[in-house]
Nanobody, 116 residues
Framework: QVQLVESGGASVQDGGSLRLACVLSGHTFDGWKMGWFRQVPGEQRELVGLIFRIGSPKYAGSVQGRFTIIRDNAKNTVYLQMNSLKPEDTAVYYC??????????WGKGTLVTVSS
């Protein structure tokens, strides 16, 4: 059974940094598409970024240049390095994975709060 578990969410000050981690268990994710989404209560979940087996990660315009997605296939882990955080980055961050058949998996999320 595939499971995704996020960690690293915390409360930080405006301009601070955080690194989220997402560990996938139950399967190796080499070749899978991995990504991060975020959601503010009462709003739609929005894409933060995606990373593929090859090629460069893709990011939402709102985080481009501040956030970086890194995948470690040996550890079945994908990271979201977030720098220059802003209050509008406050949200629950979700990790997602898509296997080779296109089936999507989601973690339960980790809360990031950025205060001014």
């Amino acid at each position: 059974q595939v499971q995704l578990v996020e960690s690293g969410g915390a409360s930080v000050q405006d301009g601070g940094s955080l690194r989220l981690a997402c560990v996938l268990s139950g399967h190796t994710f080499d070749g899978w598409k991995m990504g991060w989404f975020r959601q503010v209560p009462g709003e739609q979940r929005e894409l933060v970024g995606l990373i593929f087996r090859i090629g460069s990660p893709k990011y939402a315009g709102s985080v481009q240049g501040r956030f970086t997605i890194i995948r470690d296939n040996a550890k079945n882990t994908v990271y979201l390095q977030m720098n220059s955080l802003k209050p509008e980055d406050t949200a629950v961050y979700y990790c997602t994975a898509a296997d080779l058949s296109g089936t999507d998996y989601w973690g339960k999320g980790t809360l990031v709060t950025v205060s001014s």
